[in-house]
């Protein structure tokens, strides 16, 4: 088929005997096999109808640029350096090691060789990301010289949520508005809303959104308005526009009744007073739960039928809820994502799909513009697979305490995958080739329904029986029952890290992705504001990647092979997050507990070894810092962003490592955890104030209050030893560690002793790591030297 496919793409310049020999012995194969005709057919096809583009002209303008970034030589000479200076490092452990002469030291050394080899394990597969960074820039005014305007693809939009108390839904409309009021063509727009809490609550939030929707669309496109997040927009400037002060009060008396319906926990009957409404909630019966409810799809909006009040068409909205059943396995947000790559191919099949977050807002209206400037170009359309545009925040205190915005997984690392094969797809904001989801770029792998496959033309309208009864029947819970759907086509099972794990497989078949960064953030979304919640949104993806350490498709060996060592090195580095735990928790305990017994672990200040240690931990520490400021971030934020690694080692990522053993022991674990985006006023005011925020009992604080208490009493002990006189030459880089986790203890230390609000350490957490650190310390005082 490749052979096939590569024969048929070819340029040829002129006609010889032997192309017409080639041609006619292809064509007999072709012939032979209907199935590999209809494959070439179904290729051939789907590549024409994604972009009509104009007649090709001598001097087309350029749609995009890209350039290195001017660091990329000063990044490859300090990976020479720094690596030389590992490998000194691990030399001289071995060394000390050899000459070891007490089973104790032997044991010390070793173990700080594991640390110091899994730091430059993690520390190799930060510099793939930093070896071809990769800068772009689009011309979307040059747009329309190389594509018509009627041309434009159309467009499937996804949003997926799963719980109306901790995803509200006045949250998931917003997004789903600022979507639908892209300045691009409405008629090519779709926005598919995925509710796997099946609840009649988000349904509700919905209808009332449609009829919003109506003013709102032609109220941003009248006015020119950027923000066309309602929410958003309404918080700063609406009166400053005509008509804008009734928009708003139409907007706060539609938030009213949806919040007042959410907190009471049913709809009013006076609410409904729609024939179609009161058919679609009447499906919520004695019988329906969020584990066992049939098929709900409900058109909400259809653009061959509904007009704004400008009389233009409205974008199409459709209510999805997938058929649940306890007796299939409903693969959690994939296996949603997937039901709507059905539904969708059945009522709209548009060539590109867009997924997003319900809590991520369009925060640029020309956004579709900016993807097109990339799709349009005949030179890289072959197997781009998606473009990612960086995941941005709203609301993010000046120094980003819990370092949310999560600065190199969305913004630094993606720049620098794209150099090399492109980004792995992070959930949210991407930009997907439908075809994509149906085996490599030239080796298709299609469904068994001819409607479901992605050169499919949709000619009938969306409410139509026919249509609706096609969309209920693919979204049957059993419907991938002994199927390829979750492996081999459609969004990747397997990891609650779906993204990840299909981004893997999509640039393993030969997929190319691209990642823009434009100066105005595309979308902006909501962040976790405590401390509990930021953690345990990590310890789920921590879980998601660690399912993909541990198959068959690990980066390492299978990405490797697929993709090339350095996008393998660079997808294993978020897939092995987890064992940052192993260093973060030596270096955190062992250098001042050895400082308690006057025990030395690092050479002396005079020797010339201790240099090589200066060198390691100032040279990563600044090249980090640079990259992260280089990024438009702060030296504040950087150090809040240290911090916060320091805290994810010593909780998330060991707590999702143990949690995903517990799995694959076959010991019930909670599974897939939704994240809380509903904000406290108390917690909001406490993050803008940016002071951190524990108040629960977590277990997952224990362990860094246990670590704040030790480096105090280690750095209490190394300032009486100075004050006594003592050792100070050979304890000094034990005194400096202790000093180190003191001071990025601060957080913790007031929120054990000091505060008195609702956000301060529980007692219960206070009383437990104080015994468990002074135990500890006590053990090791008491211990003889080795």
């Given at each position: 088929m490749k052979k096939i496919w590569g024969f048929l793409t070819k340029d040829f310049t002129e006609t010889t005997d032997d192309h017409v020999s080639e041609t006619l012995k292809i064509l007999r194969i072709m012939y032979a096999s209907p199935k590999l005709m209809e494959h070439v057919v179904f290729q051939s096809a789907f590549i024409m109808s994604t972009i009509t583009p104009l007649p090709a002209t001598a001097a087309a303008p350029p749609l995009h640029t890209s350039h290195l970034l001017r660091r990329t030589t000063f990044n490859r000479a300090f990976a020479i350096i720094y690596a030389s200076a590992i490998l000194a490092l691990l030399y001289y452990h071995l060394r000390t090691l050899r000459h070891a002469t007490t089973f104790i030291s032997s044991a010390a050394t070793a173990t700080f060789l594991l640390a110091d080899i899994v730091l430059a394990f993690m520390w190799t597969t930060t510099t793939s990301f930093r070896l071809f960074p990769i800068d772009r820039k689009v011309f979307p005014e040059n747009l329309e010289k190389v594509l018509e305007k009627k041309d434009f693809p159309a467009l499937d939009i996804f949003i997926c949520t799963a719980d109306p108390y901790k995803e509200p839904p006045m949250n998931v409309v917003n997004t789903a508005?600022?979507?639908?009021?892209?300045?691009?063509?409405?008629?090519?727009?779709?926005?598919?809303?995925?509710?796997?809490?099946g609840s009649e609550l988000t349904l509700f939030a919905f209808f009332e959104a449609a009829k919003f929707a109506k003013i709102w669309l032609p109220f941003c496109r009248d006015n020119n308005i950027m923000d066309r997040c309602p929410e958003v927009f309404f918080r700063s400037n609406a009166i400053t526009f005509p008509d804008g002060a009734n928009v708003k009060a139409i907007y706060e008396a539609m938030k009213i009744k949806v919040e007042s319906v959410v907190e009471r926990g049913n709809i009013n009957a006076d609410y409904i007073k729609d024939e179609d409404e009161y058919k679609a909630f009447n499906?919520?019966?004695?019988?329906?739960?969020?584990h066992e409810h049939p098929t709900i799809i409900q058109v909400l909006l259809e653009n061959r039928q509904d007009k704004d009040t400008g009389g233009h068409p409205m974008p199409n909205l459709i209510y999805v809820s997938r058929e649940k059943c306890k007796a299939y396995p409903h693969n959690f947000k994939a296996g949603a994502l997937n039901?709507?790559?059905?539904?969708?191919?059945?009522?709209?099949?548009?060539?590109?799909?867009?997924?997003?977050?319900?809590?991520?807002?369009?925060?640029?209206?020309?956004?579709?513009?900016?993807?097109?400037?990339?799709?349009?170009?005949?030179?890289?359309?072959?197997?781009?697979?998606?473009?990612?545009?960086?995941?941005?925040?709203?609301?993010?205190?000046?120094?980003?305490?819990?370092?949310?915005?999560?600065?190199?997984?969305?913004?630094?690392?993606?720049?620098?995958?794209?150099?090399?094969?492109?980004?792995?797809?992070?959930?949210?904001?991407?930009?997907?080739?439908?075809?994509?989801?149906?085996?490599?770029?030239?080796?298709?792998?299609?469904?068994?329904?001819?409607?479901?496959?992605?050169?499919?033309?949709?000619?009938?309208?969306i409410k139509s029986q026919e249509i609706l009864d096609l969309a209920h029947g693919v979204a049957v819970s059993n419907y991938e029952k002994d199927s390829t759907w979750g492996s081999t086509?459609?969004?990747?099972?397997?990891?609650?890290?779906?993204?990840?794990?299909?981004?893997?497989?999509?640039?393993?078949?030969?997929?190319?992705?691209?990642?823009?960064?434009?100066?105005?953030?595309?979308?902006?979304?909501?962040?976790?504001?405590?401390?509990?919640?930021?953690?345990?949104?990590?310890?789920?993806?921590?879980?998601?990647?660690?399912?993909?350490?541990?198959?068959?498709?690990?980066?390492?060996?299978?990405?490797?092979?697929f993709m090339g060592p350095l996008m393998g090195l660079a997808?294993?580095?978020?897939?092995?997050?987890?064992?940052?735990?192993?260093?973060?928790?030596?270096?955190?305990?062992?250098?001042?507990?050895?400082?308690?017994?006057?025990?030395?672990?690092?050479?002396?200040?005079?020797?010339?070894?201790?240099?090589?240690?200066?060198?390691?931990?100032?040279?990563?520490?600044?090249?980090?810092?640079?990259?992260?400021?280089?990024?438009?971030?702060?030296?504040?934020?950087?150090?809040?962003?240290?911090?916060?690694?320091?805290?994810?080692?010593?909780?998330?990522?060991?707590?999702?490592?143990?949690?995903?053993?517990?799995?694959?022991?076959?010991?019930?674990?909670?599974?897939?955890?939704?994240?809380?985006?509903?904000?406290?006023?108390?917690?909001?005011?406490?993050?803008?104030?940016?002071?951190?925020?524990?108040?629960?009992?977590?277990?997952?604080?224990?362990?860094?209050?246990?670590?704040?208490?030790?480096?105090?009493v280690a750095f209490v002990f190394g300032i009486l030893q100075i004050l006594v006189g003592g050792n100070v030459n050979g304890l000094f880089g034990q005194m400096f560690l202790a000093c180190f986790g003191l001071v990025n203890s601060w957080p913790i230390y007031k929120a054990m002793v000091w505060r008195t609000d609702k956000g301060r350490m529980h007692r219960v957490i206070n009383v437990i790591s104080t015994l468990f650190g002074l135990t500890l310390c006590m053990l090791v005082k008491l211990a003889p030297n080795a």
């Open positions: 508005l600022s979507l639908m009021g892209y300045d691009y063509p409405p008629e090519k727009i779709s926005v598919y809303v995925s509710d796997d809490g499906k919520w019966n004695k019988g329906f739960t969020r039901t709507l790559l059905r539904v969708s191919a059945t009522m709209t099949n548009a060539p590109i799909i867009l997924t997003q977050d319900c809590d991520m807002f369009s925060n640029d209206p020309k956004t579709p513009q900016q993807m097109l400037c990339f799709y349009a170009d005949e030179s890289i359309r072959h197997n781009l697979g998606y473009i990612q545009f960086p995941q941005r925040f709203n609301g993010i205190n000046k120094a980003d305490i819990y370092a949310s915005e999560f600065k190199r997984l969305y913004v630094i690392n993606p720049g620098g995958m794209d150099g090399l094969k492109g980004p792995c797809y992070v959930g949210s904001g991407c930009f997907f080739v439908r075809r994509v989801f149906f085996g490599g770029p030239s080796s298709p792998e299609l469904p068994g329904v001819r409607e479901l496959w992605p050169d499919h033309v949709v000619n009938k309208p086509m459609g969004f990747r099972y397997g990891s609650l890290s779906e993204d990840f794990f299909t981004g893997l497989h999509q640039h393993c078949r030969g997929w190319k992705s691209l990642f823009f960064h434009p100066r105005r953030p595309a979308f902006l979304g909501d962040l976790p504001i405590t401390l509990y919640d930021a953690l345990t949104q990590n310890r789920r993806w921590c879980i998601g990647l660690l399912e993909v350490v541990f198959s068959k498709y690990n980066p390492l060996t299978f990405g490797s092979r997808y294993a580095h978020n897939a092995f997050w987890s064992i940052w735990s192993i260093p973060i928790y030596i270096y955190s305990f062992f250098p001042q507990l050895a400082l308690l017994n006057r025990v030395s672990v690092f050479p002396k200040v005079t020797d010339y070894w201790f240099l090589l240690y200066v060198f390691l931990f100032i040279g990563a520490n600044i090249q980090d810092c640079l990259d992260f400021m280089l990024a438009r971030g702060t030296f504040e934020q950087w150090w809040n962003d240290q911090r916060m690694w320091l805290i994810r080692g010593l909780s998330s990522y060991i707590f999702g490592f143990v949690e995903f053993s517990i799995k694959h022991l076959g010991i019930a674990s909670k599974g897939f955890h939704v994240t809380n985006k509903v904000v406290d006023n108390e917690q909001s005011k406490r993050y803008d104030n940016e002071v951190f925020e524990f108040g629960v009992p977590s277990p997952m604080f224990v362990p860094l209050a246990t670590v704040a208490v030790v480096n105090l």
